[in-house]
C-alpha cells in the first residue's frame, strides 16, 4: 500500500502572518470591496474558513492588516528621528518621510485615505489612534523646536502638523491616481521651506523665502481649488 501522505499543520501565528500577507496583497490590488477573501485563503494556502477563525470578518482583516502596517511606519519614523538632533531637519524628515511613504505604499495609502478614513467609526477605530500616534511624532519635533528657539512660540502646533500632512496628502494625489509623478526631494524642500518660513523664530526667514516659494504657494492653491470642486468621496 502507497504510504499515507502526512498533513502538517502549520502553527497558528504562522498561518496568521501567510493570511495577513496574501490579505494585504489583495486589498492594496482591489481595494476592499474588490478584495475576496476566497482568493486571499487561496493566496495564503489555508481554507477560507481559517481566516473566520482567526479574524471576524473582512473589515476586521482589513484593519489587522493597515494596523500592522501603520504601526510598522511609527516605528521607523521614531527610530529615524532618534538620529537627528536638529528639530528644523527632523522636521525636513517627518515631511520626506511621509512622502516616500506614499511614493512607495501608493495602494495601501489610497485605502487608508479613501476606505478606512471614510469610515463613519474611524474617529472611535485603533486606525485612528495609531494616526494620532504617528503625527504626535510631528509636534513633539515642534515642540522641542519652540524649545530650543527654533520655532516660535505663539504657532498652533497641531494647525501646524494639519498642515502639513494634509498639504502633502493634497499634493500627492495626483500622483495616487496615476496623473502624475511625485518627486520626494524637490517636494520635501519646498514643503520643508514653507512651513519653516511660517513658524521661524528668525524673524528675516519668511521674507527671505517669500520669493521663492510664491510659485509653491500658487501650485497649492490651484490644487486645494480643484480638490474643493470634486465630489465628495475623492478627497479625504
Not at 515642534?142 to 496628502?169: H, N, Q, S, Y
Amino acid at each position: 500500500m502507497p504510504e499515507k501522505r502526512k498533513i502538517v499543520r502549520r502553527p497558528r501565528a504562522e498561518r496568521t502572518q501567510e493570511i495577513r500577507r496574501a490579505a494585504r496583497e489583495a486589498f492594496a490590488a482591489h481595494g476592499y470591496a474588490g478584495a475576496v477573501m476566497a482568493d486571499i485563503a487561496h493566496a495564503a494556502g489555508v481554507a477560507e474558513g481559517t481566516i473566520y477563525k482567526l479574524f471576524e470578518n473582512k473589515r476586521a482583516l482589513l484593519d489587522s492588516v493597515m494596523t500592522d502596517w501603520y504601526a510598522t511606519l511609527t516605528d521607523g519614523l521614531q527610530h529615524q528621528l532618534r538620529g537627528i538632533d536638529d528639530p528644523a531637519q527632523k522636521l525636513r524628515y517627518v515631511i520626506w518621510y511621509h512622502l516616500t511613504t506614499i511614493r512607495t505604499e501608493p495602494a495601501l495609502c489610497r485605502v487608508y485615505f479613501h476606505e478606512i478614513r471614510a469610515q463613519q467609526d474611524y474617529r472611535d477605530s485603533a486606525m485612528f489612534k495609531l494616526n494620532q500616534d504617528y503625527t504626535s511624532y510631528t509636534v513633539e519635533v515642534l515642540r522641542e523646536g519652540v524649545a530650543a528657539g527654533v520655532f516660535r512660540d505663539d504657532v498652533p502646533l497641531p494647525i501646524v502638523r494639519d498642515t502639513i500632512f494634509g498639504g502633502l496628502e493634497h499634493y500627492a494625489w495626483q500622483f495616487l491616481a496615476g496623473a502624475k509623478t511625485l518627486d520626494i526631494e524637490h517636494t520635501t524642500e519646498q514643503f520643508w521651506r514653507l512651513i519653516v518660513a511660517g513658524i521661524s523664530a528668525d524673524n528675516g526667514a519668511p521674507e527671505r523665502m517669500d520669493r521663492q516659494l510664491a510659485p509653491l504657494v500658487e501650485r497649492l492653491e490651484a490644487v486645494a481649488g480643484r480638490l474643493e470642486r470634486q465630489p465628495q468621496g475623492r478627497g479625504q
